[in-house]
């Protein structure tokens, strides 16, 4: 099979692509390196240097990257959830929602009609129950990120409707692994390096006691493939990560004991979410994947102490 991986270059992508390549895809990775790097992708690989906002490159089909491809995993993304009060607001917009329209026409001209779509968990917003389904109420989110992730939900299904297109949708859990780092974006990368600079105190945004769910990002290579591989609806919709959660303050503390560091001062911002539109608290449903046969085998804290001991070991 020949597959097209957008965002290939990323945390994610580059796994993905490693586990295509091992049951036997012909993979193309496209990527224009914003936040993924060139070292990460198996050589083994088509790799294609180009950004998904050019339009011009619509009608050649980004340098022949959607000619004979089956599926595509569409992951390129503007990675950055939090939002700087008086920063631009453009980015969600630009990287994740007019790039998904982008691909989404790339397919339509090219004949490609799969698609697997990385959502994410930030869809849901505030929710009042949880765990959280998929079908427990419409999406409410409260960051310009979820809202973008939601936007993009909209357009895959309407070009299932109207072009025949299958889609696979997973909303993802708070992927962590070594790869994930990229500027100190995740909660993991953000205490180790604040910690390399001062090993006694370390502060936490927020109360700390946020509470999320969290996938490696081996883990969740594997829940994409299998649901692509079980599900055969026009429109599939899922949820991928466990159910369970863990809190920001347990995170602090397993890297500190993973550091060797003790008598370390917890110094936290205050409030209930760490920037302007997190979500202080959520815990995925995974139950619909899991009556197809997959779930994670690591817990949420299994999954970060994981992803801490692998990262640490990377630096050495």
Not at 69 to 84: C, F, K, Q, S, T
Not at 154 to 180: D, Q, T
Request: contains cysteine.
């Amino acid at each position: 099979m020949k597959t097209l991986i957008t965002g290939g270059a990323g945390a994610i992508g580059s796994e993905l692509a490693e586990a295509l390549l091992a049951r036997g895809d012909e993979v193309v990775v496209l990527d224009n390196f914003s936040s993924g790097k060139r070292e990460r992708v198996d050589p083994r690989c088509r790799l294609i240097g180009a950004d998904l906002l050019d339009g011009d490159s619509i009608g050649g089909m980004f340098e022949g990257a959607f000619e004979g491809v089956e599926i595509v995993y569409h992951l390129a993304a503007d990675p950055d959830v939090r939002y700087a009060p008086g920063g631009p607001t453009d980015a969600a917009l630009n990287r994740n929602v007019r790039t998904t329209y982008n691909v989404l026409t790339a397919m339509r001209l090219s004949g490609v009609r799969k698609i697997v779509f990385a959502s994410s968990s930030a869809v849901y917003g505030l929710a009042t129950k949880r765990p959280i389904a998929e079908n427990d109420s419409f999406p409410r989110p409260i960051s310009l990120y979820g809202a973008s992730k939601l936007a993009c939900e909209g357009m895959l299904s309407s070009y299932s409707h109207l072009f025949e297109i299958e889609c696979w949708v997973l909303r993802l859990a708070n992927i962590v692994g070594p790869k994930v780092r990229t500027r100190g974006r995740t909660v993991i990368a953000d205490f180790i390096n604040k910690l390399c600079e001062d090993p006694t105190r370390l502060q936490i945004l927020g109360d700390g006691r946020q509470r999320k769910s969290y996938l490696t990002t081996r883990e969740c290579v594997e829940g994409m493939i299998f649901a692509v591989e079980h599900a055969d609806q026009r429109y599939n919709l899922f949820n991928v990560g466990g159910d369970d959660s863990t809190t920001v303050t347990r995170i602090a503390e397993l890297v500190i004991e993973a550091m060797g560091l003790q008598d370390v001062e917890l110094v936290y911002t205050g409030g209930k979410g760490g920037w302007p539109g997190d979500v202080p608290h959520f815990v995925l449903d995974g139950s619909a994947l899991s009556r197809l046969g997959w779930k994670p085998r690591l817990g949420s804290e299994e999954s970060v102490a994981e992803a801490i001991r692998e990262t640490l070991e990377g630096e050495r």
